[in-house]
């Protein structure tokens, strides 16, 4: 069982940043890809980056290449999503989730076990 906590969401201006942390445990956090996810009021959660258990590789979805940046750090069991240039379609619910198996590498939320409780990002235009 894993426990997974994120913070940092808030109300910012469009072309503002904000940083989202997520604290893990109860498993062996440095195995697992993390996600982060997000889900606006009636869409579908989607993808929005995933990291790999080192830290090697990084996946983004194109709507937020080059605005948002995913780091971890294995020693604090923590995955960061540092978030810039926000828009206003940036506002959403957003997760942070970390995959259902040791060394897979993943951004399809199917194959995310567990989920934090999420945190909400609004961004005013």
């Known amino acids: 069982q894993a426990q997974l906590v994120e913070s940092g969401g808030g109300l910012v201006q469009a072309g503002g940043s904000l940083r989202l942390s997520c604290a893990a445990s109860?498993?062996?956090?440095?195995?697992?890809?993390m996600g982060w996810f997000r889900q606006a009021p009636g869409k579908e959660r989607e993808s929005v980056a995933a990291i790999t258990w080192g830290g090697s590789n990084k996946h983004y979805a194109d709507f937020v290449k080059g605005r948002f940046t995913i780091s971890r750090d294995n020693a604090k069991n923590s995955v960061f999503l540092q978030m810039n240039s926000l828009k206003p379609e940036d506002t959403a619910a957003y997760y942070c989730?970390?995959?259902?198996?040791?060394?897979?590498?993943?951004?399809?939320?199917?194959?995310?076990?567990?989920w934090g409780q999420g945190t909400q990002v609004t961004v005013s235009s």
């Open positions: 989730a970390q995959a259902s198996r040791s060394y897979l590498y993943t951004h399809d939320p199917d194959e995310y076990a567990y």
């Open positions: 109860g498993r062996t956090f440095s195995t697992y890809t």
